[in-house]
């Protein structure tokens, strides 16, 4: 089964990817960490996403929709796309590649979470640098501070999670991601979760969608 997870910056999509990964052996496909995976590694995809990654803007659509076609060809089955497609346009691609690939997606899940509640999550939220370990510094802090308790790795807060920048994101995600939820009513597959429940009671939601 393959599906989408989308919703605003800190709805849970990389937190709920995670559960479903270790819980139902699925691949998740986040464009975000793609992005971060090459900036580390200096590549040239990172050095023209991080620009606009620093600001809190969406990386244009021709970097985006080639990374994701070259991922998807090699990933056919069981995958999550967690933050893709993140625009109408982009939602269109994904459609076009699907049908080249022989793919399709059986749910568009949106993770509902008021704006009130994104700052904070963002705000507060730690990644380790080394396994992607996602923390937060009240709802889920590490045993140790700083330190990863998988891996021992270092814990940092993400470059675009300043309050500047979370502002920008919000905004680009009202008025670019979010019609969204329009574009997957229409094709009978979305379905709406409130994700400002606990990860747990979020992640059996979901998993209930998916046996539906
Ligand atoms: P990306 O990395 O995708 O960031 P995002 O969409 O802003 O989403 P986040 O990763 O911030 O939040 P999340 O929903 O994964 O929440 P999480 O589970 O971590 O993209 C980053 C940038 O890359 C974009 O701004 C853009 O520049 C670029 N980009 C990426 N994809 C692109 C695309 N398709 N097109 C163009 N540009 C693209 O949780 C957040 C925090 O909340 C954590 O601390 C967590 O512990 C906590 N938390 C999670 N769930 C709960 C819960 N249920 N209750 C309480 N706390 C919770
Ligand atoms: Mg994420």
Redesign the pocket.
Known sequence: MNII?F????????????LLVETLDMFQI???????AAIKNKTQLGSQ?QS??????????S??IGM?EEVLASKKVDFIL??????VS?AEALDGLLQKLGLDVSRAIF?E?PMS??SA??T????CKSCGS????E??PTAKFGVCDNCGGEVVQ?N??KED?IAT?LK??EEA?SPLKDYYKKTGKFVAID????????FSEIKRQLSN
């Not at 986040?30 to 971060?36: A, I, N």
């Not at 606009?52 to 659509?61: A, H, R």
């Not at 996602?134 to 510094?137: E, K, Q, S």
Request: positive net charge.
């Open positions: 997870l919703g605003a910056p800190g709805a849970g999509k990389g937190t709920q990817s995670s986040s464009t975000g960490d793609l992005f971060r996403a606009y990654m620093d600001k809190g803007q969406l990386v244009p659509d970097i985006v994701v967690d933050g893709f497609p993140r625009n982009q993770l979470v509640i994104l999550r963002l507060g939220r730690r990644v996602v923390y937060h510094i709802s889920k993400r675009d999670d920048v994101r680009t995600y991601t994700g400002n429940r606990s990860p747990e009671i979020v």
